[in-house]
């Protein structure tokens, strides 16, 4: 039995972006509990780490406009807490051939939710925004309430309050098992066991491997990504006052970012389909990859190019259908989980964070979470 200070209410592994909004809320709500992190806070390891990430409205899926409403006003909301700016507004443009699915779809979507947006022809994108080449037969679809988080803030500041709330955070604190008790959970780390009523688990790409270990087998694949920074030949053009995030609707889809803290803009592909093992993920990044990004933005983003002022490798989790699975271990009700977030769940941390958090303390949440079930798998 361990003793009372290896005790708490709640365990949560992993303090990336959805691990530390856990705990946040959690230690809000007069919890006690206990945070491990295998790295230091805010490290580059996994998916969480950076100057930038896209917070947007433009989805296909409802589900995902109405948790991208909550989440604006959640960091809204932390913003005032912290006192700290986190989320600064560009404006977002999505643009590909007029009769895209994935466009239409969108706009569709942001029409039946009520969510303003304007198509511009090429013409009127280009007089808005010279830093793009829409090519004939490419529309754009502009929705002014697109930004961009400042990733590593987000995730420290969530961090720092969990803290100020009450919460134990501890880092270089590797978890090698987890064991479900008739009462609860007890993780096992180098530095000894500690206990818990319920367990919250945000291991990123880690994920896979720690649910396997609890016999639930989910297809969760880690893949290598990676982003370019370009300092642009006039870099005025690139500021976030002046430049809206994007996402340029080809198979992969190419995207982009703003120069925030004169980094130079961000662009990259999404989803690279580069399985790896998080254990043993090649940082470097790939000069054949810097090449096709550099004909990316030499044909989408030509006012972009320009020398490379960092390139960086980062993980995704995807799952099949690239939904997130956000749900209680089947055979486990005090084990939950968020994990797969396929690329895209940066801006929906804060959110996350608290149905996690609801998940574990009341077993449901208000939200509508059937997208996210783990029972879309049986079978897989
Ligand atoms: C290049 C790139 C661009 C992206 N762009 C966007 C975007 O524009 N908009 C958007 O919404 N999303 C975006 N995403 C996706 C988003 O960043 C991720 O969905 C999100 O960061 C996932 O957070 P996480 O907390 O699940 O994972 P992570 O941040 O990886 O956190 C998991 C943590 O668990 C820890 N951990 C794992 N196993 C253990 C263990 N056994 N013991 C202790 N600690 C453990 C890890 O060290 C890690 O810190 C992007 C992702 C990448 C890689």
């Known amino acids: 039995m361990t003793d009372s200070s290896r005790r708490f209410e709640v365990i949560v592994i992993g303090l990336g972006v959805m691990g530390s909004a856990a705990a946040y809320h959690l230690a809000k709500q007069g919890k006690r509990v206990l945070a491990l992190e295998q790295f230091e806070l805010d490290h580059r390891w996994g998916s969480s780490y950076g100057e930038s990430r896209i917070i947007r ?18 960091w809204r909301e932390l913003e005032a807490e912290s006192g700290r700016r986190l989320m600064f507004t560009t404006g977002g443009l999505d643009f590909g051939m007029s009769d895209s699915a994935s466009l239409t779809a969108t706009a569709r979507t942001l029409q039946d939710r009520g969510i303003p947006f304007e198509w511009l022809s090429p013409e009127q994108s280009a007089a808005r925004f010279p830093q793009f080449r ?44 987890i064991e479900p008790l008739s009462e609860g959970v007890r993780v096992h780390t180098p530095d000894g066991p ?40 006039d870099r005025t053009l690139f500021t976030p006052d002046r430049c809206p995030v994007f996402i340029v609707h080809e198979q992969p889809w190419f995207y982009g970012l703003p120069d925030v803290d004169g980094k130079g803009v961000k662009m990259a592909i999404h989803c690279n389909r580069q399985p790896t093992d998080p254990d043993r993920t090649n940082h470097n990044p790939d000069p054949q ?44 009700p005090q084990i939950v ?8 769940g940066f801006k929906f941390g804060v959110l996350i964070g608290r149905i996690l958090a ?23």
């Open 337 to 344: 989980f968020g994990a797969g977030f396929s690329g895209h």
């Open 358 to 380: 609801d998940l574990a303390l009341n077993g449901a949440s208000a939200h509508d979470l059937s997208l996210f079930k783990v029972s879309r798998f049986r079978g897989l």
């Open 289 to 332: 990859y810097l090449e096709r990004i550099k004909a990316l933005a030499q044909r989408y983003v030509p006012a972009g190019v320009g020398p490379v002022s960092e390139a960086r490798v980062c993980l995704y989790t995807m799952t099949p259908d690239e939904d997130f699975v956000i749900d209680h271990h089947p055979e486990y």
């Open 57 to 74: 409205y433009a989805y296909t899926h409802p589900t995902y406009v109405e948790m991208a409403d909550h989440s604006f006003h959640l």
């Open 194 to 233: 500690f206990d818990a009523a319920r367990l919250v688990l945000t291991g990123g790409a880690w994920s896979g491997k720690r649910l396997g270990e609890l016999g639930l087998e989910l297809p969760l694949q880690p893949t290598r990504e990676q982003i370019v920074f370009f300092h642009a030949p």
């Open 134 to 177: 829409l090519e004939p037969g490419v529309a754009a679809l502009y929705q002014p309430d697109a930004a961009y988080l400042h990733a590593s803030a987000c995730v420290i500041t969530l961090s720092e309050l969990a803290q100020i709330h009450g919460a134990t955070l501890r880092t270089h604190t590797l978890v090698t098992g």
